[in-house]
Structures are given as structure tokens and as C-alpha cells.
């Protein structure tokens, strides 16, 4: 039943984040930038395991995650000077994103 209600909850902040970008794509691009996944998830998980030093660690990761997921952006950043296309970005970014996972692993030995 959790399990249901974090996957409804999830879904509809990521619908009305869709929904809101069409009209006001300022509006939407704060909201999706807003840690809302992790508000939404820390004490989910917390509540599970109901231990503070996981959590806590978990919270760690993800703060050191979070630059390094502006991986993704670069070639979004860069298309218009490199005339890239949109969806060629977009799998560029996504293809960051490996790279960064092998850092944010590196640097998890030190949280």
C-alpha cells in the first residue's frame, strides 16, 4: 500500500510539473528543481528502516550527487552554439549521466 501511494504521489507532482511547463516553463523549471523527491523520499525511508545514521548517510549521497547530475545539462546548455539538435542533446546528457555515477561512486567512500 505504500508502495502504491509514493508511486501515485510521485506521479502527480511529475504530471502537474508537465502540465505547468507548457504554460509557464519558468514556474515548472523551479518546481522540478525543488528537492521534492527528496523531501518526498528521505522520510519515506526513513520511516522503513527507522535508522537515522542510514538516512542521514543517504541524504550525504544525494547532496553530492546533485552537481554532479548537472552533468545531463551540458549539452542542453551548449545546443543552440553547437547547433545541436534537441534529442541529440538530450542522449548526450543522458550519456554524462554513466560518468557521472562512476564519480558520485568514487566519492562515496568519503561520505
Known amino acids: 500500500m505504500n508502495f502504491a501511494l509514493n ?6 507532482i511529475i504530471a502537474a510539473a508537465a502540465a505547468l511547463s507548457a504554460r509557464y516553463p519558468v514556474a515548472a523549471g523551479f518546481l522540478v528543481a525543488l528537492p521534492l523527491s527528496t523531501m518526498l523520499v528521505l522520510p519515506l525511508s526513513h520511516i522503513q528502516h527507522g535508522d537515522a545514521t542510514t538516512t542521514i548517510t543517504f541524504a550525504k549521497s544525494i547532496l553530492v550527487a546533485i552537481p ?22 538530450y542522449v548526450a546528457g543522458c550519456a554524462l549521466l554513466p560518468v557521472g555515477f562512476l564519480v558520485h561512486s568514487a566519492l562515496g567512500r568519503f561520505i
Open 7 to 12: 508511486v501515485l504521489g510521485s506521479a502527480l
Open 68 to 89: 554532479i547530475t548537472f552533468l545531463f545539462f551540458v549539452p542542453l546548455l551548449l545546443a543552440e552554439r553547437l547547433g545541436l539538435s534537441f534529442w541529440f542533446a
